[in-house]
């Protein structure tokens, strides 16, 4: 009778220890795909982040841009420009030539 026991032992051990490797192979498989997963969605978030920098930089460079125009059409030659294009002024003693072909 010993030797049963001893044999039934031997085989309840076995499954526990294949059950065992089982648990373990499974949580090796669930963290191998959330692994894959996460670095699915980071490598998204990094593209997004990337295309947001360079929306940062062209709305800086925009902003820079408004500056300067502002700037420029407070000036004495915006506002001499401006007069001369939008309401046809000219200087005093200037003559000015209209081309025919573009009546």
Do not use: P, W
């Amino acid at each position: 009778m010993a030797g049963r026991y001893r044999a039934g032992k031997k085989r309840q051990n076995r499954f526990s220890m294949v059950l065992a490797m089982l648990v373990v192979v499974l949580l090796l498989a669930v963290v191998a795909v959330s692994s894959m997963r996460l670095s699915s969605e980071l490598k998204v978030k990094e593209k997004k982040r990337a295309e947001l920098e360079q929306q940062i930089r062209d709305e800086i460079e925009r902003s820079r841009e408004i500056d300067e125009y502002e700037k420029y059409v407070q000036t004495d030659q915006y506002k001499e420009r401006a007069a001369r294009d939008k309401l046809g002024m000219v200087k005093d003693g200037e003559t000015v030539f209209e081309d025919e072909g573009s009546r």
